[in-house]
Nanobody, 125 residues
Framework: QVQLVESGGGSVKAGGSLRLSCVSA????????MGWFRQAPTKEREGVAA????????TYTDSVKGRFTISRDNAKNILYLQMDSLKPEDTAKYYC??????????????????WGKGTQVTVSS
């Protein structure tokens, strides 16, 4: 059973920044496609960003382009999501996910096998 553990969530004012982290003791993040997803109350879970391969090819949903950055620390086996210029509409629970079969970045939930339990991000105006 793969365990993914997110951290770094919190409450910030609009315009602020947070950095989310996702760690796994046994899953080699660098060798697999990884993604960040979020789910706001009463809304469906949506893909935010994903990263694949040694070259770190990534993709983002339109609403976060230019504000969020997904990255990995391969030595520490940690996945990050740097979130800048946060907006109230970014408020959601953020989840880390891993895929065993993806070869290129995807934001589709069904492409990912393993999920963390999430970390809450709240942005106030």
């Amino acid at each position: 059973q793969v365990q993914l553990v997110e951290s770094g969530g919190g409450s910030v004012k609009a315009g602020g920044s947070l950095r989310l982290s996702c760690v796994s003791a046994e899953y080699p993040l660098r060798r697999n496609c990884m993604g960040w997803f979020r789910q706001a109350p009463t809304k469906e879970r949506e893909g935010v960003a994903a990263i694949c391969g040694d070259d770190g090819l990534s993709t983002y949903t339109d609403s976060v382009k230019g504000r969020f950055t997904i990255s990995r620390d391969n030595a520490k086996n940690i996945l990050y999501l740097q979130m800048d210029s946060l907006k109230p509409e970014d408020t959601a629970k953020y989840y880390c996910a891993a895929s065993r079969w993806l070869m290129s970045p995807s934001l589709r939930l069904t492409d990912f096998n393993f999920w963390g339990k999430g970390t809450q991000v709240t942005v106030s105006s």
